[in-house]
Nanobody, 121 residues
Framework: QVQLVESGGGLVQAGGSLRLSCVAS????????MGWYRQAPGKQRELVAA???????TYTDSVKGRFTISRDNGKNTVYLQMNSLNSEDTAVYYC???????????????WGQGTQVTVSS
């Protein structure tokens, strides 16, 4: 069974940094896009950053220049380096990956369980 497991969230002061990790495990044939989303209380879930299998990246405007997404294809892992954090970055961060499991003829969207990031001012 394929699953995504996130780690690295926590409490940090404004201006600080955190690095999130998300590992995909199970019987995986291939992975296309991977990305990070976040959902703050009372708000809709939004895309933070995404990365293709070839390494092309996309960021929402509010994190450009502060966050960096990267991936290690050999480890089926995606990272989100978050610098210069502010209170508006407080949210639950979710990892998403388009994964083709072994024996399945198409890619399926999988989500992690979420990790809390809290930025104190």
């Amino acid at each position: 069974q394929v699953q995504l497991v996130e780690s690295g969230g926590g409490l940090v002061q404004a201006g600080g940094s955190l690095r999130l990790s998300c590992v995909a495990s199970g019987k995986i044939f291939s992975i296309n896009d991977m990305g990070w989303y976040r959902q703050a209380p009372g708000k809709q879930r939004e895309l933070v950053a995404a990365i293709t299998s070839g390494g092309s990246t996309t960021y929402t405007d509010s994190v450009k220049g502060r966050f960096t997404i990267s991936r290690d294809n050999g480890k089926n892992t995606v990272y989100l380096q978050m610098n210069s954090l502010n209170s508006e970055d407080t949210a639950v961060y979710y990892c998403k990956a388009e994964i083709r499991p072994v024996g399945v003829p198409r890619h399926i969207n999988y989500w992690g369980q979420g990790t809390q990031v809290t930025v104190s001012s």
